[in-house]
T-cell receptor, first 113, second 112 residues
Framework: DAGVTQSPTHLIKTRGQQVTLRCSPISGHKSVSWYQQVLGQGPQFIFQYYEKEERGRGNFPDRFSARQFPNYSSELNVNALLLGDSALYLC????????????FGSGTQLSVL | GENVEQHPSTLSVQEGDSAVIKCTYSDSASNYFPWYKQELGKGPQLIIDIRSNVGEKKDQRIAVTLNKTAKHFSLHITETQPEDSAVYFCAAPLRGFQKLVFGTGTRLLVSP
């Protein structure tokens, strides 16, 4: 079975641009979460979605938004990119919103120049 | 909110030795503690986890121990192999599994 898949794997943008990252969860998983991982640090929670509804938001500005589609795939959108947004963006899925086991994809490496 | 501290930040061992990574957490309501392994260019991979109703869990060469009173949990890797070299993260949940709070990571290097 395929794991969590993310696209693209790498992305280079310039300050002020907008970016959309995509995620497909493990088959049968209904909940998707997004995390940001800055080099040398642990992942930081951005959003959790379940059944197309936002179930949680981390301490990130409104420039960050996300949505989940009926097939449970998800997009993360970041507007007005800053240099500090350069990071590995990880998508993770779980079977239900309250299930403990979280499985991560390989991430999208975003570089903002 | 939850805070997770992880030590050491780097750990170098010889092949065949044991490695121990320790974490402490702050939220006494936390009841699930996963460990992730992250290799270069990949996302974190869940390698073992433990719930608070048990004190120890083992899976082949890896084990996790939990001391809820002291709010400590540890990852133990025995008979280390070069392929164990990676960054290891501990984590604890906040808000009923809505989010995981991760430690700062331990870079493990196993030398042949």
């Amino acid at each position: 079975d395929a794991g969590v898949t993310q696209s693209p794997t790498h992305l280079i943008k310039t300050r002020g641009q907008q970016v959309t990252l995509r995620c497909s969860p493990i088959s049968g998983h209904k909940s998707v979460s997004w995390y940001q991982q800055v080099l040398g640090q642990g992942p930081q929670f951005i959003f959790q979605y379940y059944e197309k509804e936002e179930r949680g938001r981390g301490n990130f500005p409104d420039r960050f938004s996300a949505r989940q589609f009926p097939n449970y795939s998800s997009e993360l959108n970041v507007n007005a990119l800053l240099l500090g947004d350069s990071a590995l963006y990880l998508c993770a899925s779980r079977t239900e919103s309250t299930n403990e086991k979280l499985f991560f994809g390989s991430g999208t490496q975003l570089s903002v120049l | 909110g939850e805070n997770v501290e992880q030590h050491p930040s780097t750990l170098s061992v010889q092949e065949g030795d044991s490695a121990v990574i320790k974490c402490t957490y702050s939220d006494s309501a936390s009841n699930y503690f996963p460990w992730y392994k992250q290799e270069l260019g990949k996302g974190p991979q869940l390698i073992i986890d433990i719930r608070s109703n048990v004190g120890e869990k083992k899976d082949q060469r890896i084990a996790v121990t939990l001391n809820k009173t002291a709010k400590h949990f540890s990852l133990h890797i025995t008979e280390t192999q070069p392929e164990d070299s990676a960054v290891y993260f501990c984590a604890a949940p906040l808000r009923g599994f809505q989010k995981l709070v991760f430690g700062t990571g331990t870079r493990l290097l196993v030398s042949p």
